[in-house]
């Protein structure tokens, strides 16, 4: 039954939700009080690897998007493609999921011992979607629209500001989940970022335990990051951003002397667990943490399942 939806929220768990409930036939709606290119979405480094996020259903989320990315990665202006990431892993470092159980057989070994990093246990190299966000979140906009969706920039107060306007609600703001529905549970997790001026033919590196990583993208050579819960400020900081350039040139180290284009601090939406249920006539899905690209699609599936529930 084709129903008015409004998806509130313009990052990637909003416009993935609106999209796949628009192909289902309904009449959406994204509201959201700031859009692309100035989401958080828009400040991760976006490649697919379960991290920082809660909840025994993660690693289907996770799998179920590694597919969508997948078929995404054939469409050449979707700024979606696949490559190879090396994960290293130091001794003392526990693993907080099984994330390898979400990815498809064939797509993951281990690296031989001389590719190891001094100081480091093991090493893995996985064939993963990179998202560039830049390209991908306008794509995923003009998809929508060009599909027959409307993107209305507003901020609410409140979701009840929508109960008489919709039949469905579709939860997707992230941190503001704090004040929008008194979330307490919500807790920003800051990371910093710096992007330099280098081109090279290397796959994504990832150290989760610093946590450091290296992304190769079109417009230069991003190098993060850090994880620092319950900090609400967007600002960088000389010093920290001078310290993830240095852990990074252990692997690469070009980037110690590279030109530094840019840099930008974002604040990652943790919660306990990902809040993905509905209450009423409104579809929670928030609390991604740092995976939301990585599990945009399974959740926005759900989504989809959640909405056909009378």
């Keep these: 039954m084709k129903q008015k939806i409004a998806v509130i929220g313009c990052g990637i768990s909003g416009l993935s939700s609106a999209l796949m409930l628009i192909r289902e036939g309904h009449e959406v709606q994204i509201i959201s009080k700031t859009l692309p290119p100035h989401t958080t979405s828009n400040k991760a480094a976006a490649f697919w690897s379960p991290y920082y996020a809660e909840g025994e259903r993660v690693i289907r989320w996770a799998a179920e998007s590694y597919e969508e990315y997948e078929t995404l ?108 529905v008194n979330d307490n549970a919500m807790i920003p997790v800051k990371g910093q970022i710096a992007m330099v001026d280098l081109h090279l033919n290397i796959p994504i590196i990832l150290d989760e335990s610093e946590p450091t990583y290296i992304v190769q993208r079109k417009d230069g050579m991003i190098v993060g990051g850090t994880r620092e819960e319950n900090v609400f400020s967007e600002t960088t900081e000389e010093e920290t951003l001078t310290d993830i350039l240095e852990r990074a040139s252990k692997f690469i180290p070009a980037i110690k002397s590279a030109r530094r284009i840019t840099q930008w601090a974002g604040l990652r939406p943790y919660r306990n667990e990902v809040r993905l249920e509905k209450e009423g006539h409104i579809i929670h899905n928030y609390g991604h943490g740092g995976s939301g690209f990585t599990l945009a699609w399974g959740c926005a599936g759900e989504v989809v399942k959640l909405s056909r529930l009378s």
């Design 73 to 180: 990665c054939l469409i050449g202006e979707s700024g979606v493609s696949m490559t190879k990431l090396h994960r290293f892993r130091k001794k003392d470092f526990v693993e907080a999921e099984d994330w390898e159980s979400a990815i498809p057989e064939g797509a993951y070994r281990a690296l031989p011992a001389q590719q190891i990093p001094p100081g480091y246990e093991e090493g893995f190299e996985v064939e993963v979607p990179l998202i560039e966000t830049q390209i991908f979140l306008p794509w995923l906009m003009d998809e929508f629209s060009d599909t027959g969706g409307q993107i209305i920039q507003r901020e609410l107060k409140s979701l009840h500001e929508l109960r008489n306007d919709y039949d469905l609600i579709i939860h997707c703001t992230g941190l503001d989940a704090r004040t929008l």
